[in-house]
């Protein structure tokens, strides 16, 4: 082979990994709109009132109703649900022997992997899946915190982002082509943290959460920002956390992408994140979601649900209500 037809050849294959890349979240536009529930130790304390131990999140992890949130998702008519693994307290569902290794914290992964078997009523159900995770150390458990060396604040904590690749990259592994894609919270200094040249970086991130499935879609959110906007090249959609979906601004979309992500903006729809009653009529969360939906976007609805994982009667009407009209004019 000469070195023109070499040349050739190079720039076909680069062309096609780059279109791969830029279409891996495709699938957000043609399902229009999703579901997002937070699910996690320390908000169940506060909703349910109770104190929170290994003995009682495992209690909790193993009465979640997956084959009854899987249903009502689908009832609702959105295409996809963002699930949180753990947030800031520690505790996650499912277990990891990298972090339990790291941290010697032994007794907060929950020993079912809610995880798989919420991907595998979902798939039941035509239902793709998400998952959150924060980009820091859980702030909230000190002793973890220190053992990762994870510093909060704008520092470059290499030490740190290594071990909590090393994390994702078990997790992405262990489930491959059972979870869809990842949502990483928390991403506040991206100039510092997650910019170097070498690893860990933006590019290193993303290579573990797709360890396991090269078609994940993974998303890096920078915090409460109102107009629609990419963080990095190594991103394929926007987080697009909102609080005030009233505020939302989507500016320079071309065929459903800003600067070549897919559009995609989050909201909750309770009196705040995970819990409370609708602070929205059905009219109002259906033009806030026509609004992205029409400019070919995606829109995630954080949900509340109850102990059991099934969502809230009077949110799940609402769910229902947009899934009727979504996309409408």
């Not at 990891?96 to 991907?119: A, H, P, V, W």
């Not at 869809?180 to 170097?196: E, H, S, T």
């Not at 969360?285 to 102990?307: C, H, K, L």
Request: a positive charge; proline letters at 4%; one cysteine or more.
């Amino acid at each position: 082979m000469n070195l023109i037809k070499l040349s050739i050849l190079i720039v076909i294959v680069c062309s096609c990994l780059i279109t791969t890349a830029q279409e891996r979240a495709a699938w957000m536009k043609k399902a229009r709109w999703g579901i997002m529930v937070h699910y996690l130790a320390d908000w169940r304390s506060r909703t349910d009132s109770i104190t929170t131990t290994p003995a009682v999140w495992n209690e909790m992890i193993n009465q979640f109703d997956v084959e009854g949130l899987a249903k009502q998702v689908k009832e609702t008519g959105a295409g996809y649900l963002i699930f949180t693994i753990g947030q800031n307290s520690g505790f996650y569902c499912t277990p990891n022997k990298t972090y339990e290794r790291l941290t010697d914290n032994r007794g907060k992964c929950s020993q079912r992997d809610l995880i798989t078997d919420l991907s595998a009523a979902l798939k039941k159900q035509g239902i793709k899946l998400i998952v959150y995770l924060p980009s820091g150390a859980p702030v909230g458990d000190s002793a973890a915190r220190k053992a990762l060396k994870f510093e909060n604040g704008p520092h470059q904590n290499f030490e740190f982002q290594h071990n909590w690749e090393a994390i994702i990259r078990e997790w992405s592994q262990r489930w491959g082509n059972k979870v869809d894609g990842w949502w990483f919270d928390g991403c506040y200094w991206p100039n510092i943290m997650y910019r170097n040249e070498q690893a860990p970086n933006f590019a290193s991130f993303a290579a573990a959460a797709r360890a396991g499935n090269s078609e994940s879609i993974v998303a890096f959110n920078p915090g409460v920002v109102y107009r629609t906007l990419s963080l990095t090249p190594y991103e394929d959609y926007t987080a697009g956390e909102v609080d005030k979906p009233e505020y939302i601004s989507i500016k320079r979309s071309y065929e459903g992408k800003v600067d070549g992500k897919q559009i995609h903006v989050l909201s909750f729809l309770g009196r705040t994140w995970g819990m409370g009653d609708p602070r929205f009529t059905s009219d109002q969360v259906i033009g806030f979601s026509n609004q992205v939906i029409q400019a070919e976007g995606a829109i995630t609805w954080d949900t509340p649900v109850q102990r059991n994982g099934m969502i809230d009667p009077a949110i799940l009407q609402l769910l229902k209500a947009l899934g009727t009209r979504a996309g409408n004019k």
